[in-house]
């Protein structure tokens, strides 16, 4: 079955800070979701790639998925105190399930 | 807003209960996902609903199931309790591919096993 790793486990950012997640599968990807989870809440979509090289933005996050790696990263510009949360990436095996990685905590310091 | 709403909001039961929890999905989103979020790990996938059928499911015992109904609504029910049973429950519905296959999470049950 598919298995997604998270990397880091967690980090500390200044604030203005750039950083960088990434989030590997063990399978060929079709489909990766990133989401951000605040402590104990639901989940917020923050966006969806499907295909190679593909690169999406939403305001100072930018997402990129590269399918031979089988890996896709997410980046924030300018970390703000905002950004601070649980990242989980996703991903959709061929419709049958649904898996997510581990997580990566952020927290984001003033 | 996500259009998933999700209730209730905390539940407490006791070992050997049985539970139903509700969620409510955007209308137009054919499958909705119920997973597992255990303390301080990624949430598992208990299984999904494609216009009122099963068509995918996880590791996840009998004692779990689940229904969907024609109105978007869809319930998660867990019999025999147990301890480890304990975490938050998520809802999630998704739009069609030709919509973007984005899937949407509700803010999630919290269960507490006693």
């Known amino acids: 079955s598919q298995e997604l790793e998270q990397s880091p486990q967690s980090l500390i950012v200044q604030e203005g800070k750039n950083l960088t997640i990434n989030c590997t599968s063990s399978?060929?990807?079709?489909?990766l979701y990133w989401y951000k989870q605040k402590y104990g809440e639901g989940l917020i979509f923050l966006m969806m790639?499907?295909?190679?090289?593909e690169e999406k933005s939403h305001e100072k996050i930018t997402a990129k998925l590269d399918e031979k790696k089988q890996q896709s990263s997410l980046h924030i510009t300018a970390s703000q105190p905002s950004h601070a949360g649980i990242y989980l990436c996703?991903?959709?095996?061929?419709?049958?399930?649904?898996?997510f990685g581990p997580g990566t905590r952020l927290s984001a310091l003033p | 807003e996500t259009g998933v709403t999700q209730s209730p909001t905390h539940l407490i039961k006791t070992r050997g209960q049985q539970v139903t929890l509700r969620c409510s999905s955007q209308?137009?989103?054919?499958?909705v996902s119920w997973y597992q979020q255990a303390l301080g790990q990624g949430p598992q996938f208990i299984f999904q609903?494609?216009?009122?059928?099963?068509?995918g499911r996880g590791n996840f015992p009998p004692r779990f199931s689940g229904l969907q109904f024609p109105n978007y609504s869809s319930e998660l029910n867990v019999n025999a309790l147990e301890l480890d049973d304990s975490a938050l429950y998520l809802c999630?519905?998704?739009?069609?591919?030709?919509?973007?296959?984005?899937?949407?999470f509700g803010p999630g049950t919290r269960l507490t096993v006693l």
């Open positions: 399978k060929t990807l079709y489909g």
């Open positions: 209308s137009g989103h054919n499958t």
């Open positions: 999630a519905s998704r739009t069609s591919p030709r919509q973007g296959n984005e899937q949407f």
């Open positions: 609903y494609y216009r009122e059928e099963e068509n």
């Open positions: 790639l499907q295909k190679g090289g």
């Open positions: 996703g991903a959709d095996n061929y419709g049958q399930n649904f898996v």
